[in-house]
Nanobody, 120 residues
């Protein structure tokens, strides 16, 4: 099964920018849509943004206009460009398939995620 590895997080000041990467060990052509999830400390994971093979996108209202999700099937990679970061963007960011199901079997094995911390 495809393994997912997230990277690019870090500690930034409010208003700063980061570019996250999610590299899959195999083809992501069948991972459709594919998206980014964020888990804040002590909270459930939330879908932040997704992109389909047809380049249809979804953005959570709180990040719309600030974040951009990119997809490169040839490189088995998706990206999340984050601008004008706010404290509420803090959390661990994961990538995975976007599924209508909520059970764990609907998803690929979760990667370790990448920590994003936004300070004042």
């Amino acid at each position: 099964q495809v393994q997912l590895v997230e990277s690019g997080g870090g500690l930034v000041q409010a208003g700063g920018s980061l570019r996250l990467s999610c590299v899959a060990s195999g083809s992501i052509a069948d991972i459709n849509p594919m998206g980014w999830y964020r888990q804040a400390q002590g909270k459930q994971s939330e879908l932040i943004a997704s992109r389909s093979n047809a380049d249809s996108t979804y953005y959570r209202a709180s990040v719309k206009g600030r974040f951009t999700i990119l997809r490169d099937n040839a490189k088995n990679t998706i990206y999340l460009e984050m601008n004008n970061l706010k404290r509420e963007d803090t959390g661990v960011y994961y990538c995975n398939v976007v599924s209508a199901r909520t059970d764990s079997s609907a998803f690929l094995p979760w990667g370790r995620g990448t920590q994003v911390t936004v300070s004042s």
